[in-house]
C-alpha cells in the first residue's frame, strides 16, 4: 500500500482470465508484488475477481483491456490455443507480454511473436513457473554441486489421478490440441532442458489411457543425450504415487518425493511474501545418499530449498525497467514447443527423432545455473 502523498511507480497490469491459473498463480503472485498494480482482469461470465479482490476492474473482453492506455504489462492465461492470437494482439497493442505455458502450439507462431517482441520492442516472457519449484531448485545444486559424481540418469514423474473424462472443458478434447503433454509435460521438459540443454535425439510414447480419452493422458520421453539418460513421464491414472525425480550418478543417488507446497498455499490464499515461503515440510526432504566425501558412504535427508514462484515476477519486473532478459525467455520457450512437436513426430512414427533447436543461440546447456 502506498503512504499519503507517495507516487505510485508501479506497473499496470491486465490478467486476460480469472480461471485456474489466474486464480491460483498470477493474482495472488502480482497483487502481493510491491512492484505491480493489477488494474483490470477479463471475465466474460460471473465476477469472481472483484469478489476475491475489491476495486478490481471486471472487463468483459480482451479487446477492452488491452486498449486501455494505461496497461502496461498483459498476462496472457487463457486456454492454450488461444495464446498465438492473444500474446499477439497485445504485442501489437505495445504491451509488454507474459504468456502463460505452453508458449504457443507451433514452432512457427512461437518464432512469429519473438520477432514481433523484438520489433516492438517489448519484453515476451513465458511462464514456466515450476522452475521455482524447491525440489528442481535443490536438484539443480546437487547437479550443479556434483554431489553425485558424474550424473548418469534423470528420471522426472509427474503424475495425477483422475479416471474420469471432465465435461465441457478444451482439455479433453483433440481438437483443441490439448493433451497431457502440452500440460504437464511443457513442465517437465523445460525443467530437462534448464539442467542439460536441447538433446541429440528423442524417442516418445503417448496414449489415452482412460476409458473414451481422446487426448493423451499418460506419456514417456526419452531424451538422447551423450553423457546422460533422461527419461519424463506422466500420467493421469496414478493413484500411488512415486518418487517425483530419481538421480544417480557415479556416487550415489539422490530421490525426492512428494509436490512443492507453494500452489496449495497458494490456492488457500497464502501470501508469497511471507517468511518461510515455499518452505517445505521435512517429512518431504529427498534423500540424499552419496559418499561425495571420501569418507564412506552417507545416507541422509536433504534439506529442500525453499521454492520462490515470486522471482519470476521479479525477473518480468527488471526485464522491463531495465531491458535485461526475462528469466524465461520466450526462446528457452519454444525449444519447448520444438520438444513437443518432435515428441508427437516420435510417437507417430514409432522412431527415435533427431531434433533441433527452434532457436540455434538458445541451445546452451544451462547445466548449473539455478534459476533461483
Same mark, same amino acid.
Given at each position: 500500500m502506498l503512504n499519503p502523498g507517495e507516487k505510485d511507480h508501479?506497473?499496470?497490469? !491486465?490478467? *486476460?482470465?480469472? %480461471?485456474? +491459473? %489466474?486464480?491460483?498463480? &498470477?493474482m495472488p503472485l502480482l497483487t502481493h508484488h510491491k512492484a505491480f498494480r493489477v488494474k483490470s482482469v477479463v471475465e466474460r461470465t460471473g465476477d469472481g475477481a472483484r469478489t476475491h479482490y475489491p476495486g478490481m476492474r471486471r472487463v468483459t473482453s480482451f479487446d477492452e483491456m488491452v486498449n486501455d492506455p494505461e496497461i502496461d504489462l498483459v498476462v496472457v492465461n487463457t486456454p492454450d490455443p488461444t495464446h498465438y492470437t492473444l500474446a499477439k494482439q497485445s504485442l501489437l497493442a505495445g504491451k509488454h507480454t507474459v504468456v502463460e505455458k505452453p508458449f504457443t502450439q507451433t514452432v512457427k507462431q512461437g518464432r512469429e511473436l519473438i520477432a514481433l517482441a523484438g520489433k516492438s520492442g517489448k519484453q515476451l516472457c513465458v511462464f514456466h513457473n515450476r522452475r521455482w519449484d524447491g525440489d528442481f531448485l535443490t536438484l539443480q545444486n546437487i547437479v550443479r554441486e556434483e554431489r553425485l559424481g558424474r550424473l548418469v540418469e534423470y528420471e522426472a514423474h509427474w503424475d495425477r489421478y483422475r479416471n474420469?473424462? $471432465?465435461?465441457?472443458?478444451?482439455?479433453?478434447? +483433440?481438437? *483443441?490440441? *490439448? %493433451?497431457?503433454?502440452?500440460?504437464? !509435460? +511443457?513442465? /517437465?521438459?523445460?525443467q530437462a532442458l534448464v539442467l542439460f540443454g536441447m538433446p541429440e535425439a528423442l524417442t516418445a510414447h503417448l496414449k489415452a489411457v482412460r476409458t473414451s480419452g481422446e487426448v493423451d493422458?499418460?506419456?514417456?520421453?526419452? /531424451? &538422447?543425450? !551423450? &553423457?546422460? $539418460?533422461?527419461? /519424463?513421464? +506422466?500420467?493421469? /491414472?496414478?493413484?500411488?504415487? !512415486?518418487?517425483?525425480?530419481?538421480? &544417480?550418478?557415479?556416487?550415489g543417488s539422490y530421490v525426492k518425493y512428494g509436490i512443492d507446497p507453494q500452489e496449495q498455499a497458494l490456492a488457500q490464499g497464502g501470501d508469497p511474501t511471507v517468511p518461510d515461503w515455499g518452505k517445505e515440510p521435512e517429512e518431504w526432504w529427498g534423500v540424499l545418499h552419496t559418499d561425495q566425501d571420501g569418507a564412506g558412504a552417507v545416507r541422509r535427508k536433504m534439506e529442500t530449498v525453499p521454492g520462490n514462484y515470486g522471482a519470476f515476477y521479479d525477473s518480468v519486473y527488471s526485464s522491463i525497467l531495465n531491458g535485461t532478459a526475462c528469466a524465461v525467455r520466450p526462446e528457452e520457450a519454444l525449444n519447448v514447443i520444438s520438444i513437443i512437436a518432435a515428441a508427437q513426430q516420435s510417437n507417430a512414427q514409432r522412431r527415435t527423432v533427431y531434433v533441433e533447436p527452434a532457436e540455434p543461440f538458445a541451445n546452451q546447456s544451462r547445466k548449473g545455473h539455478p534459476c533461483a
Open positions: 508501479r506497473l499496470v497490469v !491486465g490478467v *486476460a482470465s480469472f %480461471g485456474m +491459473s %489466474g486464480r491460483i498463480f &498470477h474420469f473424462i $471432465q465435461p465441457d472443458t478444451w482439455k479433453e478434447r +483433440s481438437s *483443441a490440441g *490439448a %493433451g497431457l503433454l502440452y500440460n504437464l !509435460g +511443457s513442465h /517437465l521438459i523445460d493422458d499418460w506419456f514417456e520421453v526419452r /531424451l &538422447h543425450y !551423450g &553423457h546422460v $539418460q533422461v527419461s /519424463l513421464k +506422466s500420467s493421469y /491414472l496414478v493413484r500411488e504415487p !512415486g518418487p517425483r525425480y530419481l538421480l &544417480h550418478g557415479t556416487l
